[in-house]
């Protein structure tokens, strides 16, 4: 069992920066492959980016390629997405997601364990 803790999320302007983090319980978490989805209001949850355990293997939504950076530190047990340049349609609530897989796949039914969710708002 994972328990996953997202931090980070806040009001933001157009162009701006946000570091979110997702602090994980499991003392096997380097085992996890990682994703952080969204949700914005009246809309599906979305991919965002996804790393595999190792490291080795990224994954992006197209709209972010460029922008977002995800990244994890197995010691700290914790995985990070650096959001640089936010625009207005990235508005959701983030959430952090990890699954026992090898495989940084995009679709959010393929992973087991979820965050509650951080706000990420961005003004024009």
């Known amino acids: 069992q994972v328990q996953l803790v997202e931090s980070g999320g806040g009001l933001v302007q157009a162009g701006g920066s946000l570091r979110l983090s997702c602090a994980a319980s499991?003392?096997?978490?380097?085992?996890?492959?990682t994703g952080w989805f969204r949700q914005a209001p009246g809309k599906e949850r979305e991919f965002v980016a996804a790393?595999?355990?190792?490291?080795?293997?990224?994954n992006y939504q197209d709209s972010v390629k460029g922008r977002f950076t995800i990244s994890r530190d197995n010691a700290k047990n914790t995985v990070y997405l650096q959001m640089n340049s936010l625009k207005p349609e990235d508005t959701a609530v983030y959430y952090c997601?990890?699954?026992?897989?090898?495989?940084?796949?995009?679709?959010?039914?393929?992973?087991?364990?979820w965050g509650q969710g951080t706000q990420v708002t961005v003004s024009s």
């Open positions: 997601a990890a699954r026992l897989s090898l495989i940084p796949t995009m679709t959010y039914k393929d992973y087991d364990y």
């Open positions: 499991a003392g096997t978490f380097r085992s996890y492959t």
């Open positions: 790393l595999s355990w190792s490291g080795g293997t990224t």
